[in-house]
């Protein structure tokens, strides 16, 4: 027997990764059999409809909502560890003597030696930081999304006058000096420098070229926005000369979501004035995917291309002929290089034939709650809606490890994987896993839970994107395990 504790807190604000955990500790209680702690946003509304609470229509996206479903009938354990979870999260005891921590952006920047800012603030109210942070001196890495596209335009055009860069929006992955700063998987050093216009775009190729014995001087992410026509490259350019001035960089690669084709002419030419040697990574037809992009960089520098990592499982379910092929996806590059994949076998009607290709990193799902290479729970629960549907053939899932993301997604992730295997003998799973085996989760370890689970997994989206089309086609593509 168990009931449900609904409590909205009005005006008590925490932010997403916070709220997170603290959902997935209530969650692991015994007196506890489904927990969700998070702000009253659209989105977050939707996702307590899902598990079955009842959300009083009042509650708004500056209000904390708490539900709990407890069982026994009392929820007092349940409230008693809520807040002391919260209490926890936001404690800062001081030691007696120690100095005022600064209050300001810039105030921090004077204590410190230091040549970038790393901001993760709400994106609304990042751009007086940023502002700050220039001033100061410091380039700028901008971690937050829904930033408006003005204050962006405003901010690289400060940072061109100072002489500096600023890495985002919505810059997710950046590397500077071997230090790897937001979502950044654990490589090696070497010659190749990286201008990503993409987080996990950039995480692929790094760790393909990882996977290769070859590294990275510097990866400089500079936000999924900089290549449209509004923005026109302002940091891509800033960002090609530095790499061009490193000794240290031989070879430059730009990744990038598709970018607008003036931008994409304007960095082209900028590229050919440059000394340092540039290749592109860009998911649009009649250019390199990813895994290609990373096998030309290994032909240029005299390095042999491996075959990428693979571990097939013992599983082969039914051919899926006639069914969709849905991919459920935490990175946009890695998305969009699949999609363009399946364009490219199937044609360009996906839609009308049951296909699509979601990506749960866009802004769209990030408002109010942490991305789901940190928070996976709505990708999971998408997963298991899209799995219970007949028509889908093949689900294709990308993993995405390093510094930032979720400690050990496998956990989570493959127990929904073997049940929806174990309920349907005609499903199959093919999951990218983007890792190295220097990450903090393991890439090898992860790999083989999911296999186990039932999943195919490949180290190459692309290679991932290419056998979930043979299933749909019943032609699995044969190979020995990673």
């Not at 510097?218 to 940091?235: F, N, Q």
């Not at 009607?349 to 049951?354: E, K, N, P, T, V």
């Not at 999971?380 to 899209?386: D, G, I, N, Q, S």
Request: hydrophobic share 45%; with cysteine; charged share 20%.
């Amino acid at each position: 027997m168990s009931d449900d504790w609904v409590e909205v807190r009005r005006g008590s604000y925490h932010d997403s990764v916070t709220l997170m955990r603290v959902s997935r500790t209530l969650s692991e209680r015994p007196d506890v059999a489904a927990a969700m702690v998070a702000m009253g946003t659209g989105l977050n509304r939707e996702m307590f409809g899902r598990m079955g609470f009842d959300v009083p229509d009042e509650a708004g996206p500056d209000d904390l909502v708490v539900a709990v479903r407890v069982t026994g009938g009392d929820a007092a354990g349940a409230r008693e560890a809520l807040d002391g979870l919260l209490r926890a999260a936001h404690a800062a005891p001081a030691a007696p003597g120690a100095a005022t921590p600064p209050r300001t952006t810039g105030a921090a920047a004077a204590r410190a030696d230091a040549t970038v800012a790393l901001l993760s603030v709400p994106g609304p109210h990042v751009f007086p930081e940023a502002m700050d942070a220039l001033d100061a001196g410091l380039n700028v890495m901008i971690f937050s999304d829904n930033v408006p596209l003005a204050q962006e335009i405003a901010l690289k055009e400060a940072a061109a006058r100072r002489g500096l860069i600023v890495m985002g929006p919505d810059c997710g992955t950046a590397v500077i000096g071997g230090a790897g700063l937001g979502f950044a998987n654990a490589v090696r050093p070497g010659p190749v420098g990286v201008v990503a216009a993409s987080g996990t775009g950039a995480q692929q190729l790094m760790c393909l070229l990882d996977a290769a014995g070859v590294g990275v001087s510097h990866v400089l992410g500079v936000g999924g926005r900089d290549l449209s026509p509004e923005v026109s490259g302002r940091s891509a350019l800033a960002a090609l000369a530095a790499l061009d001035a490193d000794p240290g960089t031989e070879l430059i690669v730009l990744v990038s979501k598709p970018p607008a084709p003036q931008v994409a002419d304007l960095i082209r030419e900028a590229a050919r004035r440059l000394d340092t040697p540039v290749s592109f990574a860009l998911p649009v037809p009649g250019e390199d995917d990813l895994t290609r992009a990373a096998e030309k960089v290994l032909k240029a520098l005299g390095r042999k291309v491996p075959e990428w990592p693979r571990w097939l499982g013992a599983r082969r379910p039914r051919p899926a002929r006639g069914r969709a092929l849905r991919g459920l996806f935490a990175g946009g590059t890695l998305r969009d290089e699949a999609e363009a994949i399946a364009r490219d076998a199937l044609g360009w009607d996906l839609a009308s034939r049951g296909h699509r290709f979601t990506d749960f990193g866009d802004d769209a799902f990030t408002r109010g709650r942490a991305h789901p290479m940190i928070d996976p729970s709505l990708r999971l629960a998408a997963v298991r809606e899209e799995a219970a549907d007949a028509e889908v053939g093949v689900l294709l899932l990308d993993v995405v490890l390093g510094h930032g993301a979720e400690p050990d997604p496998a956990a989570a992730l493959a127990p929904v994987v073997a049940a929806a295997v174990a309920d349907r003998a005609d499903l199959a799973f093919v999951v990218s896993l983007c890792g190295t085996p220097a990450d903090p989760q393991g890439r090898d370890r992860q790999a083989a839970a999911l296999c186990e689970a039932g999943a195919d997994v490949f180290a190459s989206n692309a290679g991932a994107a290419r056998h979930a089309l043979a299933l749909l086609d019943g032609a699995p593509v044969e190979g020995r395990a990673g």
